[in-house]
């Protein structure tokens, strides 16, 4: 999907280089174009900041804007906790340490629009943590 979207609107495919073999197992032919940990993009005259928050995938990012106290976290975080680790290439501990050492450090009332489900809150979701973690993958 993501090629026929980046053409229909003359798009650009950014990924971190971490999924490449990801990508190119259902899109060997298409290129894209890498990002960073902590590269800042502006979108529609907004600053997002990428954080390589790998764990559901090597390459999971996710993008704070930090002037609209937003992050989209894609498949690392939900309400409720981590995203699935159940995968070849996913984590479960290093979902967990992308989780604690790079969104919970984000300011409590950061609203997380999740990839999948409701939001939440970075304040909302920090003290469930433990049982995140005696509870597993």
Known sequence: MAPELAE???API????????LWKQT???VD????????RITVAGTEIQVIHTPGHSPGSVCVYAPAHGAVCSGDT???G???????????????IDSIRSLLLT?????????????????GAEAPHLADWIAHGS
């Open 8 to 10: 229909r609107f003359d």
């Open 77 to 79: 975080l939900f309400q």
């Open 14 to 21: 950014l990924l971190h280089p971490d999924d490449e073999v």
């Open 106 to 122: 984000l300011p409590a009332q950061t609203v997380v629009h999740t990839g999948h489900g409701d939001g939440t809150t970075i």
């Open 81 to 95: 906790g981590p995203g699935a680790t159940g995968r070849s290439y996913s984590d479960f501990p290093t979902i």
């Open 27 to 29: 899109h060997p032919s």
């Open 32 to 39: 894209y174009t890498p990002l960073t940990d902590d590269q």
